[in-house]
C-alpha cells in the first residue's frame, strides 16, 4: 500500500517514512488495504517492512496499543456488486454522467467502513472469514428478499449466492448485521416481505434491525424491467401492514426490530415516528429516522444560539418536495424568536430524474436549482442540505459546484449539514 500521507511528529515520521514509500507487510503479513493494516497495527511491538527506493526495509516498532504510526493512505479499489438488480439506482441515471455515478458498490470493506448497504452475492468463503478473522463488525447487508426463486428474478444474479448460510457464518461467529430491503409493489412486498423478516429475525439478536424503504424510480428506465411507483396510495396502505409485520417480530427489550425509512410517512402526509420508534439504531444514511433525529438535534440545540438573533438577513432554504411540508410545520417555526432572520422556504423539484419520484433533498440537481431559482428574490443567502454533494463536497449529481451555482443564481449558494451549529456559522460568513 502507497503512502500519501505522514502526520507532522508522528511515529512515522521519526522513524523516517515518507510520502511515496509502500507498506509491505508487518508482522510478516502482507498488508492489503486500509482496514488490514488498522487490524495488524493495533499490537503494541510489530515489524513492520517497507519499500523505500526500491529497497525493502524492515522497522520493529514499541508502542502503546492505541497509538496511530500517522501514516495515510491511497483510497483502495473497490469491488462492484456482482447482481443486476431489477431496481438499482445506478442504471436509471441518464447517459453522460460521471463514471463513478454508474459504479455498483458491493464491497464488504465500504460496508464495515462507512455503513454501505451490499448484497454479498460476490463475497466468497474467503472474505467472510476475514470479516470474522478481523471482527468487521456490524455491516450492512441489502437482503431484499430470502425466497431462493425471487432472489434470483430480482437480482439477476443467474445462481443461489447462499444468503442464508453467510448470515448463520457471520452471526455465529460475531458478527453482527443490520439488513435492509428495498420494497418493490408486487414483486418482494407480500407473503415475500413476511418470509424475509422472519428468515432475517431468526438471526436476531447478532441480526440487529431489518429497515424497509421504498423503491426508487427514475424516469430513466429505458430497457429496465418494468416496476410499479410505490404511490401515496400504496404507502398509505402499506404502513399499517408494516407496523403489524413490526409488532410480531420485536427485540428482546420491546424495541422495534423492524423499521420503516421516513419516506413512507413524508410520502403521505403524517408525521414521522419519534425518535424511540428506532431502537438507538444509527440508520441515517439509510433514510431511516433522519428526520427525527434533525429535529431532536434541532430542537435541543437552537437556544443555544439566541445570541445569533443580532444577524439580520433574507435567507431561502431550499429542500426536495419529499420534506417540504413537514419543514413548514414543524422546522421554519423554530426560527420565531429569531426576528432578524426573514426565512423563505422554497422546494426545487427534480426534473433531471423524476419529480413525481424522486422527491428527496439529496439527489437534487444544480440544473433543476438554477432554472427553479432564476428570477426570485433569494434574499443574501440560499441554503441546501451538504448531502446533494458528493462525498468530497464539490460537485452535485450533476457536476456543478457551489461557485458555477451562485453566479447563475447571482446570490451566495452554500450547503450545511443538519446541526444548528453549521446552520448560523455559515450565516455569520
Same mark, same amino acid.
Not at 125 to 144: A, G
Not at 298 to 312: A, L, P, T
Given at each position: 500500500?502507497?503512502?500519501?500521507?505522514?502526520?507532522?511528529?508522528?511515529?512515522?515520521?521519526?522513524?523516517?517514512?515518507?510520502?511515496? *514509500?509502500?507498506?509491505?507487510? /508487518?508482522?510478516?503479513?502482507?498488508?492489503?488495504? %486500509?482496514?488490514?493494516?488498522?487490524?495488524?497495527?493495533?499490537?503494541?511491538?510489530?515489524?513492520?517492512?517497507?519499500?523505500?527506493?526500491?529497497?525493502?526495509?524492515?522497522?520493529?516498532?514499541?508502542?502503546?496499543?492505541?497509538?496511530?504510526?500517522? /501514516?495515510?493512505?491511497?483510497?483502495?479499489?473497490?469491488?462492484?456488486?456482482?447482481?443486476?438488480?431489477?431496481?438499482?439506482?445506478?442504471?436509471?441515471?441518464?447517459?453522460?454522467?460521471?463514471?463513478?455515478? #454508474?459504479?455498483? *458498490?458491493? *464491497?464488504?470493506?465500504?460496508? +464495515?467502513?462507512?455503513?454501505?448497504? =451490499?448484497?454479498?452475492?460476490?463475497?466468497?468463503?474467503? !472474505?467472510?472469514?476475514?470479516?470474522?478473522?478481523? !471482527?468487521?463488525?456490524?455491516? #450492512?447487508?441489502?437482503?431484499?428478499?430470502?425466497?431462493?426463486?425471487?432472489?434470483?428474478?430480482?437480482?439477476?444474479?443467474?445462481?443461489?449466492?447462499?444468503?442464508?448460510?453467510?448470515?448463520?457464518?457471520?452471526?455465529?461467529?460475531?458478527?453482527?448485521?443490520?439488513?435492509?430491503?428495498?420494497?418493490?409493489?408486487?414483486?418482494?412486498?407480500?407473503?415475500?416481505?413476511?418470509?424475509?423478516?422472519?428468515?432475517?429475525?431468526?438471526?436476531?439478536?447478532?441480526?440487529?434491525?431489518?429497515? =424497509?424503504?421504498?423503491?426508487? &424510480?427514475?424516469?430513466?428506465?429505458?430497457?429496465?424491467?418494468?416496476?410499479?411507483?410505490?404511490?401515496?396510495?400504496?404507502?398509505?396502505?402499506?404502513?399499517?401492514?408494516?407496523?403489524?409485520?413490526?409488532?410480531? #417480530?420485536?427485540?428482546?427489550?420491546?424495541?422495534?426490530?423492524?423499521?420503516?425509512?421516513?419516506?413512507?410517512?413524508?410520502?403521505?402526509?403524517?408525521?414521522?415516528?419519534?425518535?424511540?420508534?428506532?431502537?438507538?439504531?444509527?440508520? =441515517?444514511?439509510?433514510?431511516?429516522? !433522519?428526520?427525527?433525529? +434533525?429535529?431532536?438535534?434541532?430542537?435541543?440545540? %437552537?437556544?443555544?444560539?439566541?445570541?445569533? @438573533?443580532?444577524?439580520?438577513?433574507?435567507?431561502? /432554504?431550499?429542500?426536495?418536495?419529499?420534506?417540504? @411540508?413537514?419543514?413548514?410545520?414543524?422546522?421554519?417555526?423554530?426560527?420565531?424568536? +429569531?426576528?432578524?432572520?426573514?426565512?423563505?422556504?422554497?422546494?426545487?423539484?427534480?426534473?433531471?430524474?423524476?419529480?413525481?419520484?424522486?422527491?428527496?433533498?439529496?439527489?437534487?440537481?444544480?440544473?433543476? =436549482?438554477?432554472?427553479? &431559482? !432564476?428570477?426570485?428574490?433569494?434574499?443574501?443567502?440560499?441554503?441546501?442540505?451538504?448531502?446533494?454533494?458528493?462525498? *468530497?463536497?464539490?460537485?452535485?449529481?450533476?457536476?456543478?459546484?457551489?461557485?458555477?451555482?451562485?453566479?447563475?443564481?447571482?446570490?451566495?449558494?452554500?450547503?450545511?449539514?443538519?446541526?444548528?451549529?453549521?446552520?448560523?456559522?455559515?450565516?455569520?460568513?
Amino acid at each position: 500500500m502507497k503512502i500519501n500521507n505522514i502526520e507532522k511528529d508522528s511515529i512515522a515520521e521519526s522513524i523516517g517514512l515518507k510520502k511515496g *514509500d509502500q507498506v509491505y507487510s /508487518i508482522d510478516g503479513s502482507r498488508v492489503k488495504d %486500509i482496514i488490514d493494516y488498522r487490524f495488524k497495527v493495533a499490537d503494541e511491538n510489530i515489524v513492520i517492512k517497507v519499500k523505500q527506493s526500491g529497497e525493502l526495509v524492515e522497522y520493529e516498532i514499541e508502542k502503546d496499543i492505541d497509538d496511530n504510526l500517522g /501514516i495515510g493512505f491511497d483510497d483502495f479499489n473497490i469491488r462492484a456488486c456482482a447482481n443486476d438488480c431489477v431496481f438499482c439506482f445506478a442504471d436509471q441515471n441518464p447517459p453522460g454522467m460521471r463514471e463513478g455515478l #454508474y459504479f455498483r *458498490d458491493g *464491497d464488504f470493506r465500504m460496508s +464495515f467502513l462507512y455503513g454501505h448497504f =451490499i448484497t454479498m452475492t460476490n463475497m466468497g468463503w474467503k !472474505q467472510l472469514k476475514r470479516v470474522v478473522e478481523q !471482527q468487521l463488525s456490524p455491516l #450492512y447487508v441489502s437482503v431484499h428478499v430470502t425466497d431462493p426463486d425471487k432472489r434470483l428474478e430480482m437480482f439477476l444474479y443467474g445462481k443461489d449466492d447462499f444468503l442464508m448460510k453467510k448470515f448463520e457464518y457471520l452471526t455465529e461467529n460475531g458478527i453482527e448485521l443490520h439488513a435492509q430491503v428495498v420494497l418493490c409493489p408486487g414483486w418482494n412486498d407480500g407473503k415475500f416481505l413476511e418470509k424475509t423478516v422472519s428468515d432475517i429475525y431468526s438471526f436476531y439478536p447478532s441480526a440487529l434491525s431489518m429497515s =424497509i424503504v421504498p423503491v426508487g &424510480l427514475t424516469k430513466h428506465r429505458e430497457g429496465l424491467p418494468k416496476l410499479p411507483q410505490v404511490t401515496k396510495e400504496y404507502a398509505k396502505n402499506f404502513i399499517p401492514i408494516g407496523k403489524e409485520i413490526s409488532r410480531k #417480530y420485536r427485540q428482546k427489550n420491546g424495541k422495534n426490530f423492524l423499521l420503516l425509512s421516513d419516506e413512507w410517512f413524508l410520502k403521505v402526509g403524517n408525521e414521522v415516528p419519534k425518535l424511540d420508534y428506532y431502537s438507538g439504531h444509527d440508520l =441515517i444514511e439509510n433514510g431511516v429516522g !433522519q428526520v427525527a433525529h +434533525f429535529m431532536a438535534d434541532w430542537k435541543d440545540g %437552537i437556544n443555544d444560539y439566541k445570541s445569533m @438573533n443580532r444577524i439580520s438577513k433574507k435567507i431561502t /432554504i431550499c429542500t426536495g418536495t419529499l420534506v417540504v @411540508n413537514y419543514f413548514k410545520q414543524n422546522f421554519i417555526p423554530l426560527f420565531q424568536p +429569531f426576528s432578524n432572520l426573514d426565512i423563505q422556504l422554497i422546494p426545487i423539484k427534480n426534473t433531471f430524474f423524476g419529480e413525481d419520484d424522486v422527491t428527496v433533498s439529496g439527489l437534487l440537481t444544480g440544473q433543476d =436549482i438554477i432554472s427553479q &431559482l !432564476q428570477g426570485k428574490e433569494l434574499g443574501d443567502m440560499v441554503l441546501l442540505s451538504d448531502r446533494i454533494l458528493n462525498e *468530497d463536497n464539490t460537485v452535485t449529481l450533476d457536476d456543478m459546484n457551489l461557485k458555477q451555482i451562485s453566479n447563475a443564481l447571482k446570490v451566495p449558494v452554500r450547503v450545511v449539514n443538519d446541526t444548528p451549529g453549521d446552520f448560523f456559522s455559515t450565516l455569520d460568513i
